[in-house]
């Protein structure tokens, strides 16, 4: 009987603060206003990013339907190659057999820093393939070769002009950078100015572009079957002749992970710290299309999913559903 007690005294004791317990009085979700708070988000409006920059524009006018810092000039990163593909397929519409040229890659452009194609100097590669290798895994020594194999056959650049920059006064690619920079004036591409052949070039201060304007680009740029057939395209082989004849074969793999999703075809991305997560993307939903710039995302994969959540809210705004 004495071994009994101390159990019975336990039980009381846990009965006592755990099976009597009196019910929490209700939790108040009144709002407590504190000064610095920000409002209640909205349950309108477009949906909220990484993204410090975007423009959405449709694909068929070019009219642009909405955006949020659209028209404020930003670094760009690779999303400039859209305008070096551009011109070279411009010059291909009046001569085919330029994609049949061989490019020779220069020590230049061999010793590129940053993303690349996998070119080393003395590299023989043709221009059809090469245009691949330069916007598929964002080839930076691409930009270079293909800048200065094109380089003569542009106009230089002269003081006064507003292509005109100084700091590629002699440089095997001035020419073509100008040529850059008129063709995106042509185009009305107002707050766009090109410094490099493949990136943004320049200090910190000296921007390139706008979402705004990229988004333009893109859209002209689509207008050329085969820049569409490039940018599509997830993976594709090269073959390559180095400086003793030895050929080789590099695949190349596109770095836009919206290929994977049926509706995306296209069109490019790009990265820097300055520059930040960028992509530009071309979605079609039935006989709909919008072109999607997003600049400055806060990691590589949330332009993804920066540009999708516009997508989907900009293809409900224009009155698609589910299926």
Same mark, same amino acid.
């Given at each position: 009987?004495?071994?009994?007690?101390?159990?019975?005294?336990?039980? #009381?004791?846990?009965?006592?603060?755990?099976?009597?317990?009196?019910?929490?009085?209700?939790?108040?979700?009144?709002?407590?206003?504190?000064?610095?708070?920000?409002?209640?988000?909205?349950?309108?409006?477009?949906?909220?990013?990484?993204?410090?920059?975007?423009?959405?524009?449709?694909?068929?006018?070019?009219?642009?339907?909405?955006?949020?810092?659209?028209?404020?000039?930003?670094?760009?990163? #690779?999303?400039?190659?859209?305008?070096?593909?551009?011109?070279?397929?411009?010059?291909?519409?009046?001569?085919?057999?330029?994609?049949?040229?061989?490019?020779?890659?220069?020590?230049?452009?061999?010793?590129?820093?940053? #993303?690349?194609?996998?070119?080393?100097?003395?590299?023989?590669?043709?221009?059809?393939?090469?245009?691949?290798?330069?916007?598929?895994?964002?080839?930076?020594?691409?930009?270079?070769?293909?800048?200065?194999?094109?380089?003569?056959?542009?106009?230089?650049?002269?003081?006064?002009?507003?292509?005109?920059?100084?700091?590629?006064?002699?440089?095997?690619?001035?020419?073509?950078?100008?040529?850059?920079?008129?063709?995106?004036?042509?185009?009305?591409?107002?707050?766009?100015?090109?410094? #490099?052949?493949? !990136?943004?070039?320049?200090?910190?201060?000296?921007?390139?572009?706008?979402?705004?304007?990229?988004?333009?680009?893109?859209?002209?740029?689509?207008?050329?079957?085969?820049?569409?057939?490039?940018?599509?395209?997830?993976?594709?082989?090269?073959?390559?002749?180095?400086?003793?004849?030895?050929?080789?074969?590099?695949?190349?793999?596109?770095?836009?992970?919206?290929?994977?999703?049926?509706?995306?075809? !296209?069109?490019?991305?790009?990265?820097?710290?300055?520059?930040?997560?960028?992509?530009?993307?071309?979605?079609?939903?039935?006989?709909?299309?919008?072109?999607?710039?997003?600049?400055?995302?806060?990691?590589?994969?949330?332009?993804?999913?920066?540009?999708?959540?516009?997508?989907?809210?900009?293809?409900?705004?224009?009155?698609?559903?589910?299926?």
């Amino acid at each position: 009987m004495r071994r009994l007690i101390p159990i019975c005294v336990i039980c #009381s004791l846990w009965l006592s603060f755990y099976g009597c317990q009196v019910a929490p009085a209700p939790v108040d979700f009144t709002p407590v206003t504190v000064e610095g708070i920000q409002p209640p988000d909205p349950l309108d409006g477009p949906p909220v990013v990484t993204a410090q920059a975007w423009a959405i524009i449709d694909g068929k006018t070019g009219n642009v339907l909405w955006h949020c810092n659209g028209n404020e000039p930003r670094k760009a990163a #690779s999303t400039t190659k859209i305008m070096n593909v551009y011109l070279i397929l411009q010059l291909v519409k009046k001569d085919p057999s330029i994609l049949d040229e061989i490019v020779e890659v220069s020590e230049l452009a061999g010793n590129t820093g940053g #993303s690349t194609a996998q070119l080393e100097a003395g590299d023989r590669v043709k221009v059809a393939e090469l245009l691949y290798g330069f916007m598929l895994p964002s080839g930076n020594d691409a930009g270079n070769a293909f800048a200065e194999h094109f380089n003569d056959r542009f106009a230089k650049p002269a003081p006064g002009d507003p292509e005109y920059y100084e700091k590629f006064e002699g440089d095997t690619r001035q020419n073509f950078i100008a040529q850059m920079n008129r063709q995106g004036c042509a185009l009305g591409l107002t707050n766009t100015y090109y410094r #490099s052949p493949y !990136g943004d070039g320049g200090t910190a201060e000296e921007f390139t572009t706008t979402a705004v304007d990229l988004s333009r680009l893109a859209r002209h740029a689509f207008k050329l079957p085969r820049f569409r057939q490039i940018v599509q395209t997830r993976k594709f082989t090269g073959t390559l002749q180095n400086a003793e004849g030895t050929l080789r074969q590099v695949t190349w793999t596109n770095t836009n992970q919206l290929l994977n999703i049926e509706g995306y075809d !296209g069109v490019k991305t790009g990265t820097t710290n300055s520059a930040g997560n960028c992509l530009v993307a071309h979605g079609i939903r039935g006989q709909d299309s919008l072109f999607i710039t997003v600049l400055g995302s806060t990691h590589n994969d949330f332009r993804f999913i920066d540009a999708r959540n516009l997508f989907r809210w900009a293809w409900l705004q224009r009155g698609h559903r589910q299926p």
